[in-house]
């Protein structure tokens, strides 16, 4: 199994609660919270000058969402960064670093019962960065505006960074077939309902315009 994951060259170096390893042999454990039910966090930052570009804000914002469930955070920020650094070393040479840090529930028994996840999972993937090509900064970008909504705050609040990104993969998936079929664009005309709500954007534009990003910006 490890050989057909070598086949897929996947980049860069993965860290999972202290242990740092190529990224097609990282693994974590299948009774994990975060891979049985989505409960965990994250946090995708890059390098510039092969310094962490806004960390701290990052690491206000991660335990931010964590506290919405509930999650201890057992590591300061002086440690993160530590293992983000050792990860970026074990990565190899690159240009700049993509940098994604999920914290999970941790490994337990198939339960809803916190008390059953007492150690939570850190995992950080380093990866080169891959830049947007100059024709998107020239030339513009093609979004698809969908029908899928944006959880509502009284569901899964957006607020929270969580690493159940099944919202924005269902997103994904419907803006490439709308593309597929030549439906990129809708006319501009506005409802006036549309226009009173002008002041914020609505949950479909909101979605769409990061339907064409990268999976879990």
């Not at 490890?2 to 454990?29: C, H, R, S, T, W």
Request: net charge positive.
């Amino acid at each position: 199994m490890l050989d057909f994951f070598n086949e897929m060259a996947l980049q860069g170096a993965v860290y999972v609660n202290g242990k740092i390893a190529p990224a097609a042999q990282a693994a974590i454990p299948v009774y994990d919270h975060g891979f049985l039910y989505g409960e965990g966090v994250y946090e995708t930052l890059r390098t510039y000058n092969h310094v962490p570009f806004l960390y701290d804000g990052h690491c206000r914002r991660l335990r931010a969402s964590a506290g919405y469930l509930a999650l201890d955070v057992p590591f300061s920020d002086e440690q993160l960064l530590e293992g983000i650094a050792d990860t970026i070393a074990a990565a190899g040479a690159m240009t700049e670093a993509y940098i994604r840090v999920l914290l999970t529930r941790g490994v337990g028994e198939l339960t809803y019962d916190i008390q059953a996840t007492p150690t939570p999972s850190l995992v950080i993937i380093v990866k080169p960065l891959e830049e947007p090509p100059p024709r998107v900064f020239s030339d513009g970008i093609t979004i698809s505006l969908v029908p899928i909504l944006r959880n509502h705050p009284g569901s899964v609040n957006p607020i929270i960074k969580s690493n159940n990104l099944l919202n924005n993969a269902l997103a994904m998936q419907c803006g490439a077939k709308r593309c597929s079929r030549g439906i990129s664009r809708l006319p501009m005309k506005r409802s006036s309902r549309a226009r009173r709500a002008s002041s914020a954007p609505s949950p479909e534009s909101t979605i769409a315009s990061s339907a064409t990003a990268s999976p879990g910006r």
